[in-house]
């Protein structure tokens, strides 16, 4: 026998070692049809919901791989998903996955991460994906989006229906920009039913519907999917197919409705019309009404807003269950489904659909988008009278809703969102000072030592890899950690916002003019700077002497980089260069709810204005409790957080103490005491067990405030009124609290506004965290309170300027209006318990 030489038993040993690796990463697919493909990693790897994900390096669904394996930069340490946002594949040219797959519909799920990737810019990341020839995105430029939406992280999920063994898909970048590149993080496969094949689906056209046939060919998109009334779901919350339900609070116009639970000793009971896959049972043991006051509902419809791409037809399923007694039979609850203004169901009841309280169903409608580029679509449920139903109400759980392919040629591809601020506010649009360029990069790997330095960026990069690894199996760790102020610039902790050079910050502040000075507190002073020709902003400066430091400074920029929300301040930009931190932020033109309160030039709020300014910032906080999957605690809600924009909209301001919520629920979690004196929940100050019921009662002091006009403290008092908190709470119950309202607003009041309100702040300041209610549940009281008081208002001709002096669209008797992106902030930031004079 003839031994083979050298070469030929090393060839032969690294083909079985990438056979090897092909097997393991064919396992999933071999096993459930389930493929997860973490791009540009070499090895297997865990996400957080514990689903293994296969590196794309050698694996078999990556034949003669040309694209780079890349390390995203600059991701947010404390709230990234690993896994498969640390790494991605980057391609110059055309390249095509092939993936062996069986016959029959899937959900296919592409991840991406807007980012700077080592050598590539993020705004040269413009591309199109394919599956054969269906275009699934076209030009898609994924910084344009990830700035339209403020959130970095991309999933874009659709439906296909593959025929034959192999679903191909190809990444080419942009025909269209120079330069450009293709890039993906992640790739899912998940095989499923035939999910839309149901018979009863209508297409919706003018106020009358038809039969609509659904081609068992045709591809989706997923645009939408909500859990109506209920937190965000994970995919790892679902019922097989790994779908990710978000919260529809952020998509609501007008009044929020009554969120609720299903009864404890209720089971949810799918059938064989809705077998268990439909949707999770989470999503159907919830849900949002029109709540119990039948003279309300009939003045209001419950409207959700969802901006779609024109052009488009769409597949909108809406899950219902009836979940609480007493609504158990027929003609109980009968209500009306608007879509665009059309009628898409007259007299839709539960109970007769589904057939029984608890048990789960769904009604499908088609509708076409009209206009061009993006364009809202309205959702909106009304009571029905026709058939005398015992309530006037509506009732939903969860809303899907599915772009539809367009034929010759076949796409789904929409054009990119529209920026919501001005185009020249770029994050990468900086001058050369500000900005190590892709080209000075790679001039110094080109030097002399080209190849030490390779061999350099090597080392780091697996270094790198190795701390996000080790830090993210750290058990335990819930706060953001702490950490020291560094003594250079650290890299971009969000792409979203601009870095601002030191040099431009002087020039916007006239080098730091005092007279320029519109704020001081705990972080340092506010100054009201011109930027891009005029445009006013607050510029926040850390104080070099100031007790809080980077910990609150990176913690800021990453709370606003990741939520954004009409009611929340929103961050333009930072400065962190010759040891300075500096916070940049649209300017608010009426400064804090506080000096509109007292100790204060301004003329005093009229009481409906006031209200209005509660309830906005009610939404702040209700979105940061609920909104997002793992919820947030502010843990320093008080009346010079509450900043005013030039409506008087409130937006909830300083997220340098927050700290992400350990559950959805009233979870505890043990923690150093910060707030502000005054505010502060005595259960979290006596046990250090901070919840999001610490925000209500904080919100519950800032109700009192807002109806008192005085300090929450004031040691110039009589002991017994010192707190505002003890001393209203008192005198509510003497009976006396009308004697301490604001004499500037106390004959503005009505008496069915005046029930409601302090009982709901006296409810927030309760001594036990469990005795207080949600702020979801403050939410729906205020806007209660809010409609008795307008409509009592317009009934006694007593509510003049209130239509000039509109907030948030609340006027004549109609709920008011919310949203989910806007921009803000001005006040100075980050007190502790040593600033209770604010930020």
């Not at 493909?37 to 034949?63: H, Y």
């Not at 003045?299 to 037809?313: M, Q």
């Not at 409906?608 to 793992?630: K, M, P, S």
Request: with cysteine; net charge neutral.
């Amino acid at each position: 026998m003839v031994l083979p030489t050298l070469p030929v038993t090393l060839t032969f040993l690294t083909l079985l070692a990438l056979l090897s690796i092909a097997k393991a990463a064919d396992n999933n697919s071999t096993t459930s049809g389930l493929i997860l493909l973490n791009c540009g990693e070499s090895t297997q790897d865990d996400d957080d919901g514990g689903r293994s994900w296969d590196g794309d390096t050698g694996s078999i669904f990556a034949p003669s791989m040309k694209g780079d394996a890349a390390i995203a930069l600059g991701q947010p340490p404390s709230l990234t998903p690993r896994v498969p946002y640390t790494t991605a594949r980057i391609f110059t040219s055309n390249y095509t996955y092939s993936f062996p797959v069986s016959p029959g519909r899937m959900f296919l799920r592409l991840y991406f991460l807007s980012t700077a990737y080592e050598y590539y810019a993020v705004s040269d990341a413009v591309f199109g994906v394919m599956a054969r020839n269906l275009v699934l995105l076209n030009d898609f430029n994924a910084l344009q989006t990830a700035q339209a939406i403020t959130s970095a992280y991309l999933v874009r999920e659709f439906s296909v229906n593959v025929s034959s063994g192999s679903l191909d898909l190809t990444f080419a970048p942009s025909a269209h920009q120079y330069g450009s590149y293709a890039f993906v993080n992640g790739i899912e496969i998940v095989p499923t039913p035939d999910v839309f094949a149901t018979p009863d689906i209508r297409f919706v056209s003018g106020d009358n519907t038809s039969p609509f046939t659904f081609d068992a060919d045709m591809s989706l998109q997923t645009m939408y999917r909500l859990n109506v009334g209920g937190p965000a779901i994970s995919p790892k919350g679902d019922s097989g197919f790994y779908r990710s339900w978000a919260n529809d609070a952020p998509y609501i116009l007008g009044g929020f409705g009554l969120t609720f639970w299903k009864n404890d000793n209720l089971t949810i009971s799918y059938t064989s019309r809705v077998p268990n896959y439909t949707a999770p049972v989470d999503v159907y043991g919830t849900a949002r009404s029109m709540g119990p006051t039948a003279q309300i509902n009939l003045n209001y419809n419950l409207t959700w807003i969802l901006p779609v791409d024109a052009g488009f037809f769409y597949l909108l399923r809406f899950h219902f269950c009836e979940i609480k007694y007493p609504i158990t039979k027929v003609n109980q609850r009968s209500f009306f489904i608007y879509i665009n203004n059309q009628t898409a169901q007259e007299q839709m009841d539960v109970i007769f659909r589904s057939g029984g309280i608890g048990r789960p169903t769904y009604t499908e409608y088609v509708i076409m988008a009209i206009g061009s580029g993006q364009v809202d679509m309205w959702i909106a449920l009304h009571p029905d009278l026709s058939s005398k139903p015992q309530y006037s109400d509506a009732i939903l759980n969860g809303l899907e809703v599915f772009k539809l392919q367009n034929y010759g040629p076949s796409n789904l591809a929409g054009l990119n969102p529209p920026l919501p601020q001005k185009p020249d506010v770029n994050p990468n649009r900086l001058s050369s000072g500000e900005r190590k360029t892709k080209g000075g990069i790679q001039a110094t790997i080109g030097g002399t030592a080209g190849g030490f330095a390779l061999l350099l960026i090597a080392l780091f990069s697996m270094c790198v890899i190795y701390r996000r690894k080790k830090a993210a199996k750290s058990p335990g760790k819930t706060d953001y950690g702490h950490v020291k102020h560094p003594t250079k610039c650290i890299k971009s902790t969000c792409d979203l916002v601009r870095h601002f050079s030191f040099a431009k910050i002087q020039v916007a502040t006239k080098d730091f003019d005092e007279a320029l000075i519109i704020g001081r507190g705990g972080f340092g002073n506010v100054y009201i700077g011109d930027i891009d020709g005029g445009t006013k902003v607050a510029i926040k400066r850390c104080d070099q002497k100031s007790q809080q430091g980077f910990h609150e400074f990176q913690t800021e920029i990453e709370m606003l980089c990741n939520f954004r929300h009409r009611h929340l301040v929103s961050l333009i930009g930072y400065c962190e260069e010759k040891n300075e931190m500096i916070l940049v932020y649209d300017y608010m033109a009426h400064g804090t709810l506080c000096e509109h309160l007292y100790n204060t030039r301004n003329p005093p709020l009229p009481w409906q204005q006031r209200l209005e300014i509660c309830i906005g910032a009610a939404r702040g906080l209700h979105y940061l409790h609920t909104g997002v999957e793992q919820g947030i605690i502010h843990r320093d809600v008080k009346t010079t957080n509450i900043l005013l924009d030039d409506r008087l909209m409130a937006k909830v301001s300083d997220f340098g103490l927050s700290k992400a919520s350990p559950d959805i629920g009233n979870t505890q979690m043990s923690t150093a005491v910060k707030g502000t004196f005054g505010y502060l929940d005595p259960e979290y100050f006596r046990q250090q067990r901070l919840t999001k019921k610490s925000d209500v009662y904080s919100f519950g002091v800032v109700l009192f405030e807002t109806l008192c006009a005085r300090p929450v403290i004031n040691t110039e008092l009589p002991y017994e009124q010192v707190s505002l908190r003890d001393w209203a709470v008192s005198c509510r119950k003497k009976g006396v609290l009308e004697e301490i309202v604001d004499p500037c607003v106390k004959e503005e009041i009505t008496p069915e506004c005046f029930r409601i309100f302090p009982e709901v702040a006296e409810k927030c300041v309760a001594d036990r965290s469990i005795d207080r209610p949600s702020m979801g549940d403050v939410l729906w009281n205020l806007e209660v309170a809010l409609q008795l008081q307008d409509s009592a208002s317009y009934n006694t001709s007593c509510a003049e300027g209130a239509s000039s002096l509109q907030i948030s669209g609340v006027h004549s008797g109609k709920p008011s209006t919310n949203s989910t992106i806007s921009v803000a902030a001005q006040e100075a930031i980050f007190s502790d318990i040593a600033h209770p004079e604010g930020r």
